[in-house]
């Protein structure tokens, strides 16, 4: 099975579910999105997978995340937004090939596996 996590290394949660997912025995794919961005299609994929919509995945306690919430934007609004400002997006997202999880509380990443 593939596994994914979209991980902040300077997050505890995030750092938490690659601990959590190391210790079950599975070495995930991890892809730092600070460093290599997000894509369109990554996020739409994710968008669907979690069953939350873009709306779902952006982190509520980021001011900008905020705003777009507050403001009710659009899918295309937030696609922009997201990918000039990756840390909008919650973390970590933990992706399989039996959906994805926004990984809070971090046990949420096991019910993909």
């Known amino acids: 099975m593939s596994v994914v996590l979209y991980h ?3 997050c ?5 579910a690659l601990a959590l997912l190391r210790e079950r025995g599975i070495e995930p ?5 600070l460093k290599t961005g997000w894509d369109k299609a990554t996020l739409e994929r994710l968008a669907s997978n979690t069953g939350l ?7 509520a306690k980021e001011a900008a995340a905020k705003a777009l919430l507050e403001a009710n934007a659009s899918d295309a609004d937030i ?8 840390a909008l ?3 970590p997202i933990i992706e399989t090939d039996k959906g994805a999880r926004i990984g809070r509380p971090v046990e949420r ?3 993909v596996l």
């Open 8 to 10: 902040n290394p300077k």
């Open 12 to 16: 505890s949660t995030s750092r938490n």
């Open 29 to 33: 794919t991890v892809v730092e999105y």
């Open 53 to 59: 919509g873009l709306r779902g995945l952006l982190r």
């Open 79 to 86: 696609l922009k937004a997201v990918l000039a400002e990756p």
């Open 89 to 91: 997006i919650e973390r």
């Open 109 to 111: 990443v096991l019910e």
